[in-house]
């Protein structure tokens, strides 16, 4: 008993000094990496001469952070969680049946979605609605529609797709140029905006049909940067970096949004705002991000959903059983960009204001790690990690409270990518698969089983 007592003492005073000689070494690595950024601020005075500014103490909570963080998790929180791997384990295997919230969570999410302007309405107010409306509702959305585009490509045909924002771009230069030059309204140009886009993902297909992996990254990158160097040059027809502006809005049934007599709030007999508009466009995007579901899910079930499936788990044994991978292929890059497309019709009728800035590589990469911590392949997984990453960096607009423990010149908007990057390395560390790394079979015998995530390939939902 004493024997054991000591081995035990032993493996945890070990264990202690593990965990405190590696948060020593986690707080070195993060003093290293942070002095540059964190510890000194570059500003000009009035002589427009370079001046450092020393913000050690901000550098020392980082650095805190850092090695309390690492010891805790080596100290307590690793332990545990093997503890816990490990009861688990042992344990007989018992079914489990599904909770409700977790059947139905689907619905209840739309109902929520329904419900979420009028109760943002009720509780601030009609302007005061406009910030929560647009930015935490409106832009969350647009990016739910751009990441399940690109899930067909990525997540269903495993075909790596760096360029996606190329057919974004397609999107909403499509309906700003024909909506200026030509008159046409919204409703006719979403679809327009969609098929040419579904164009330009087969132009952009047939090239990379034998390419596979890095490469055919590479090639959809150099696609995606041709399109906005083309948006930049051709100043005759897209101005340039200039952009075009006075794009005009959509319409409900030929009702403006304005403050004419004709215009929706004197129709309605409702006071002045714009935040109808911002609804409007809500339950607009709302509605798109279902169509696209819906078709995701269709096509999924569908012959051609499955051969995407094939294509992503092995291209040649996908070949040997005759399925045509020129054009599951073209279909997939079609489709995908058909959504990215119509996305950036919308994006366009949002803002009222397109120019190339809007479309650079950073936007796919961000399209791109929606996807990949949502869990390739999974709807339900990627709109959760678009509210994470994309409602994230809208939540830190609002932390001015952070200035009282950080100081006045702290701007938390300017760590964004900083947290953001932490947060992937932590999230991809705990769920490589993504936040739902379990996938249900389109194909099934009697019964329909999720897989888990043990049985699928490493990023592969």
């Known amino acids: 008993m004493a024997n054991i007592a000591s081995t035990s003492a032993s493996a945890g005073s070990d264990l202690t000094a593990r965990a405190l000689r590696e948060a020593v070494f986690a707080g070195l690595i993060s003093l290293g990496l942070f002095v540059l950024f964190v510890g000194l601020k570059s500003d000009q005075n009035i002589r427009n001469e370079l001046v450092l500014n020393q913000r050690w103490g901000l550098l020392a909570i980082f650095v805190i952070v850092a090695a309390v963080g690492r010891f805790l ?7 545990a969680m093997a503890r816990r791997k490990a009861a ?23 109902i929520a979605l329904v419900l979420y302007p009028p109760v943002i309405v009720a509780l601030v107010g009609a302007q005061g609605s406009l910030k929560w409306v647009d930015n935490f509702g409106v832009q969350i959305l647009i990016y739910v529609m751009l990441a399940w585009g690109l899930n067909i490509v990525v997540g269903l045909a495993g075909l790596l797709d760096l360029g996606y924002v190329a057919f974004y771009a397609v999107g909403a230069y499509s309906y700003a140029l024909l909506s200026t030059y030509f008159g046409l309204s919204f409703w006719v140009l979403l679809p327009v905006a969609g098929i040419l886009s579904a164009c330009w993902g087969m132009v952009l297909g047939f090239p990379v049909l034998r390419l596979r992996g890095d490469y055919l990254a590479i090639v959809t990158l150099a696609f995606g940067e041709i399109i906005r160097l083309v948006l930049i040059n ?5 101005k340039g970096t200039f952009g075009v502006s006075g794009i005009a809005k959509a319409t409900l049934f030929g009702i403006k949004f304005d403050a004419s007599k004709d215009g929706f709030a004197a129709m309605m007999g409702l006071p002045m705002s714009s935040a109808y508009y911002k609804i ?5 995007i709302l509605g798109l991000c279902m169509l696209t579901a819906f078709v995701t899910i269709r096509l999924r079930r569908m012959p051609i959903g499955r051969a995407w499936e094939a294509l992503r788990e092995d291209e040649i044994a996908c070949r040997s059983l005759g399925i045509n991978t020129v054009t599951t292929k073209l279909t997939a890059f079609a489709t ?9 019709s919308f994006f366009a009728v949002r803002q009222g204001f397109v120019s190339p800035e809007s479309f650079v590589f950073l936007e796919s990469a961000v399209i791109l790690a929606i996807v990949v911590l949502g869990g390739m392949g999974s709807l339900t997984g990627i709109a959760i990690a678009a509210v994470a990453m994309i409602g994230g960096t809208e939540i830190l607009r609002e932390l001015s409270f952070l200035k009282a423990i950080f100081g006045p010149d702290f701007t938390p908007e300017l760590y964004r990518m900083l947290i953001f990057g932490l947060a992937m390395v932590v999230v991809m560390v705990w769920k490589p698969r993504g936040f739902v790394g379990s996938r249900e079979p389109t194909a099934f015998l009697r019964e329909r089983k999720a897989i888990s995530g043990s049985f699928t390939k490493e990023g592969h939902g």
């Open 336 to 344: 995908g960009a058909m959504f990215g497309g119509i996305a950036g």
């Open 280 to 284: 409007f466009l809500f339950y607009l």
């Open 234 to 238: 051709w100043t005759e027809v897209t």
């Open 73 to 79: 998790m080596v100290a307590y929180i690793q332990p």
């Open 88 to 110: 688990k384990a042992e344990a007989e295997e018992v079914v489990r049946e599904e909770s409700f919230f977790k059947r139905n969570f689907s619905k209840i999410a739309i």
